[in-house]
């Protein structure tokens, strides 16, 4: 569902109008996004989704937790990625003491998290994609397929974040943050 506008809104414009929408309905409601300045509401997700985006945070944080000075934000921090653009991805990496508690947005990402779904395959694989590679700090973007149980993981180069060769297996590096993930760990058994 998009919301038919007079003019574009900047990002600090979404920004008052999401804390209007959430003073004024029910916390449950679903997340927003603001693409090109205009408001996208994203679809409520299916357990698979839900469950993989679980298993990637925990994957993420037991290897991040007390072993390099990141912090991981779950489900809500937002990633501006343009004046009249913000999204916000399932899972955000970024160094730790640089945000404080009211911000809403996660301070120099270096690595973020999309889980697919059928309703978001096309976004984030290639606007999503796109507007990441402009935040010059994200060297890394994982996108996390539950139906195909892979990971792809678009690495930094350059200006863009290339397309890799195909989906990562086993561990991958990432640094920064400086540690090594499990992408099995995402899918459980058999995954």
């Known amino acids: 569902m998009n919301v038919h506008l ?30 090109d300045g205009v408001p996208e509401m994203q679809e409520h997700e299916k ?23 990141f912090e991981i934000g779950f489900d809500g921090l937002g990633v501006r990625v343009g004046p009249n653009e913000t999204y916000r991805p399932d899972i955000v990496v970024f160094p730790a003491g640089l945000i404080a508690d009211d911000d809403r947005h996660a301070p120099e990402p270096v690595l973020v998290v999309e889980v697919l779904s059928p309703s978001t395959r096309a976004k984030d694989l290639r606007t999503k994609l796109a507007g990441y590679a402009r935040v010059a700090s994200i060297v890394h973007y994982l996108v996390v397929d539950p139906d195909a149980r892979e990971v792809l ?39």
Request: one cysteine or more; aromatic letters at 10%.
């Open 6 to 35: 007079k003019h574009r809104m900047t990002v600090e414009e979404f920004l008052a109008w999401g804390h209007t929408r959430a003073t004024a309905t029910s916390h449950d409601e679903p997340k927003w996004e603001l693409f």
């Open 47 to 69: 357990w698979a989704h839900d469950r993989s985006k679980m298993a990637t945070f925990m994957a993420l944080h037991a290897a991040i937790a007390g072993k390099c000075p």
């Open 153 to 191: 993981h678009f690495r930094r180069a350059g200006e863009a974040l290339a397309f890799p060769d195909g989906p990562s297996l086993g561990k991958i590096r990432l640094d920064p943050p400086g540690i090594e993930f499990d992408c099995g760990a995402i899918f459980g058994p058999g995954g």
